[in-house]
Nanobody, 127 residues
Framework: QVQLVESGGGLVQPGESLNLSCVAS????????IGWYRQVAGKQRDLVAS???????TLADSVKGRFTISRDDAKNTAVLHMNSLKPEDTAVYYC?????????????????????WGQGTQVTVSS
């Protein structure tokens, strides 16, 4: 069973920095894409940043120059580095990953490709 666990959310003042961590656990073969989405109550969940196996990064226009994402494939982790935070960055942040995993059974090893979500972590930017 693959799980994504996020940490690092909290309350910060405008202009401050915060790092969000996502750790994937389970029988993981590859994490093809890992990234962060955010959602404000009553609105859709939007992509903030993502990183693929090839090293390409995708950043939402609203966070370019302020946020970046890093990943450590040896540890199955990704970190969202958020700088110069603004009140409009307030949201619940969700880790998302496209993962190839496996399960051993009496009939052999089964390989799965699925998309997983973390439970979400609240980030509040307010003075």
């Amino acid at each position: 069973q693959v799980q994504l666990v996020e940490s690092g959310g909290g309350l910060v003042q405008p202009g401050e920095s915060l790092n969000l961590s996502c750790v994937a656990s389970g029988n993981i073969l590859n994490i093809h894409v890992i990234g962060w989405y955010r959602q404000v109550a009553g609105k859709q969940r939007d992509l903030v940043a993502s990183s693929n196996l090839g090293g390409s990064l995708t950043l939402a226009d609203s966070v370019k120059g302020r946020f970046t994402i890093s990943r450590d494939d040896a540890k199955n982790t990704a970190v969202l580095h958020m700088n110069s935070l603004k009140p409009e960055d307030t949201a619940v942040y969700y880790c998302n990953a496209e993962i190839t995993s496996y399960r051993d059974s009496e009939k052999g090893t089964h390989v799965y490709d699925n998309t997983y979500w973390g439970q979400g972590t609240q980030v509040t930017v307010s003075s």
